[in-house]
Every structure is written in C-alpha cells, then in structure tokens.
C-alpha cells in the first residue's frame, strides 16, 4: 500500500513503482505496469485539472448520479455501509472507452472518506485528472452531507505508463515506500493462502478494529455494533492451495457450491448465457449480475465477453466485470462484492476483487474460496498456468455475537496439565 500525505508523493511513489514492473502489449504500444496498488491519500488536495472526459458517449459527471440519494443516506445513517456508487455498467463491454474509474464508496467515520476502484490507470499522465475527479466527488458529498472531507483510497488493477515515456518517467523515480500491516486508513496483508489470509483478517479486525453501530441493529439483536477496519487489501501468493481453514464456518462441499452457482454459474463458464440464471425467491446472485441480470436494458453476458477478451489479448487492461448497479443506492440489501478485474502481470494472470462490505468471521473465507476459484478456472480457460489472488473489503468487521466465536479461533483456551491429569483436558 502507498500511504502518502499528499497527491504529489502519491503519484511520484505510484509511477516509481511502475518503472520496475513488467511489459505488456497494447493496440496502443507496449507500455510497463505494476502489480494491482492501493494508494490512500491522507490529505488529498486538487491539482486544479478538469477531468470530464467522455465514457462510451457520456461523462463522467453524468455517470455519477444518484449523489442527492448517497448524501440522504449517510445523513440518516452515518454508520451506512451501503454508499457505493457504480460507474462501469456492462454494456461498457461494448465501447472503445470504458470507464477507468468504475466504482466510488463512502465510509464515515470521524470524517468522510472516499474510496474508489480504478480498472486501469495511466499514471504517469492521467494520475492527476482522475485524482482531481475524485476530490470533487468527495467535496460534493462533504458539503451535501455538512461531514469534513477525509481521506481518497484508489484500489488501481492495472497502474501503467507507456515505454515510449520512460525517459520523462525516470524523472519521478524514487525510493517505493510501501506500507504494510495495519493502518487507520488502510491495511495491507500479504499471505501465502487462503486460510492463513482470513486468520490474519479476524487477527487484524479483532486487535485493531473500532466500533461502530450497524444498519443491521433493528433486524439482528447481535449485530447492532461491529469491530471494522477501514480499506483491508489482501494480496494471496498461493491460492491454488485453496483449503478450507480448519475453524472456517463452512464446509468444502458448501464452497464449492456457493462457487459455483452464486459466483460464477459454472454450468455454463465457456459459454455465453442468454437466458435467465435465477432460481425461484432470488433477488439476486454475484452469478446473475456478472452474466444475465433481467433488470439490464442491454443484457452482457460480462465474464464470457472477459474470457473471450482474454484469449484475444492477455494484455488487455478492460477485463472488467461490473456487480453493482445504480438502483442498489436506493436497497437495503445491495451487492456487497461490486465487481471484479482480471490483469496480465508476468506470466500470471491476476484476479482482485472489490467489496464495499465484509462480514470477516461469517462470510470472507467462503468469499476468498469462491472467488479465487473463479480465478483458477479463468485463468485455465485462458491459457495461464499461474495465477493470484486479492481481495479488496472497504469496511471489513466482526459483529458483536461473533466476537467470542472469533477470540477462540485466535487464542484458544489450551488445557493446564492438571486439567489433563485430572481428566478435565
């Protein structure tokens, strides 16, 4: 993670960073690109650019709608985990020039802060256009809310500049300073699997995290208040030994399933869906956004049209998948997962996914599980031998009934030998 003060050392960090990345090829040139990034800004500051510029015949600005609706739910619910606004929808797949930026969140506590997924970035000459974008953002927000502006969190798949400008980019070369562990404005854990990334989750929410009431106190006496940590970026190294945790709360053959059916609707994976996927009381599924969502005007099968650009062109920077959509606004149970990106680094192909909310104890193994076989079977349909794993939750808790459940996991009560003499151990 790159903890910067300001833009300034942010993008000068980001474009170093860059520069001892890897190669890739475009129809626009080969260019060089790091590894997926979260940048936070603590004290973010306008460049003073305009950046308006035109997503598949709208604007930015125009895509950014529903801001009166985010501001009026935050106002009546500070503690609101549900302020997530998309700006990529599926029919993008179809346009030379999809948004780059696709989802913006909001989070208050202590100060409003502002979050947002960035598919692919060209820092070099664009990191302070989409910067400035996003302080707008937060500034409207801020003065429709009366809440004092805090933080900008970019979560960048695919951080990049063109080799043709690597002379002008050794300029801004300088030490990387990454920041790992726990942060007030973000933490980054780095683990070598699946089930050692949820226990250093539940280590790192349970020791660190701060409370804070929920929308759920009304429905569910035990989750009126939760432990949460801000931004957890999660980056796993091999998670092509996807075992379960031996205290995970759920059962390989349930992951598999929720895999399958809810994520990914394996049924039909090397082909397109064109036809209703969901079964009978289903809102929604992850499945039935990313593939056949009814509520589309324009219906994209969105993995498919991934995994076909990923044969074409591994390199490709716009193998994006979108789960949210502008109506979750107004839900009281919108997507938590808001989408998902596939990029090219070395020989690896690489899967990070977006959540705007994650329930650490009773859902993110199985999340993990789930979406980093959905990697492994996108990168054996596209011709990768190797893959990795990261997941993104912009506000990761522990509810209050599972703190116990939690604290046992962590630290479990082991036996004293006189228990065991005694036959109590």
Request: charged share 30%; proline share 4%; glycine share 6%.
């Amino acid at each position: 993670m790159i903890l910067t003060e300001n833009p300034e050392d942010a993008k000068e960090m980001l474009v170093s960073k860059v520069v001892e990345g890897k190669t890739c090829r475009s129809r626009f040139g080969d260019y060089r690109l790091a590894k997926p990034t979260m940048v936070v800004v603590e004290n973010p500051d306008s460049f003073g650019l305009e950046f308006d510029y035109d997503v598949c015949g709208e604007s930015y600005r125009k895509r950014l709608k529903c801001m009166e609706n985010a501001a009026e739910k935050l106002v009546k619910s500070p503690h609101t985990r549900r302020v997530s606004i998309p700006l990529w929808y599926p029919k993008d797949h179809l346009c030379r020039n999809p948004p780059a930026i696709t989802e913006i969140s909001f989070i208050f506590y202590d100060r409003l802060h502002l979050t947002a997924f960035v598919r692919s970035m060209e820092c070099l000459s664009y990191f302070e256009h989409n910067f400035d974008f996003l302080v707008e953002a937060l500034e409207n927000l801020s003065r429709k809310t009366g809440m004092e502006e805090g933080s900008i969190g970019m979560l960048i798949t695919i951080p990049h500049f063109y080799e043709r400008d690597l002379d002008r980019a050794s300029s801004y070369v300088r030490k990387v300073e990454e920041f790992y562990g726990y942060h007030d404005l973000g933490t980054h854990l780095v683990e070598d699997y699946i089930s050692s990334a949820w226990h250093s989750a539940l280590e790192t929410i349970y020791n660190n995290g701060k409370n804070k009431k929920t929308e759920w106190g009304e429905i569910f006496e035990g989750q009126q208040e939760s432990l949460f940590v801000h931004r957890l970026f999660i980056e796993v190294k091999n998670p092509e030994d996807n075992r379960l945790h031996d205290k995970a709360p759920f059962t390989e053959k349930y992951g598999i399933e929720y895999a399958h059916d809810y994520i990914m609707y394996a049924a039909k994976l090397d082909g397109e869906v064109n036809q209703r996927i969901l079964k009978e009381g289903e809102e929604y599924t992850y499945a039935e956004r990313a593939r056949y969502c009814e509520r589309d005007d324009l219906k994209v099968d969105q993995l498919f049209k991934v995994i076909e650009k990923l044969k074409e062109n591994p390199c490709r920077r716009d193998c994006y998948v979108g789960i949210s959509r502008p109506w979750d606004l107004l839900s009281d149970e919108p997507p938590c997962l808001r989408g998902y990106q596939f990029s090219k680094y070395g020989n690896e192909l690489i899967g990070t996914f977006y959540m705007r909310s994650n329930d650490a104890y009773g859902a993110l193994h199985a999340n993990m599980y789930a979406f980093a076989l959905l990697t492994k079977y996108v990168a054996e349909l596209t011709g990768f031998k190797s893959y990795r794993y990261n997941h993104f939750a912009l506000d990761a808790h522990i509810y209050s009934e599972f703190i116990d459940a939690v604290r046992e996991i962590l630290y479990p009560e082991s036996p004293s030998y006189m228990d065991k003499v005694s036959g109590k151990g």
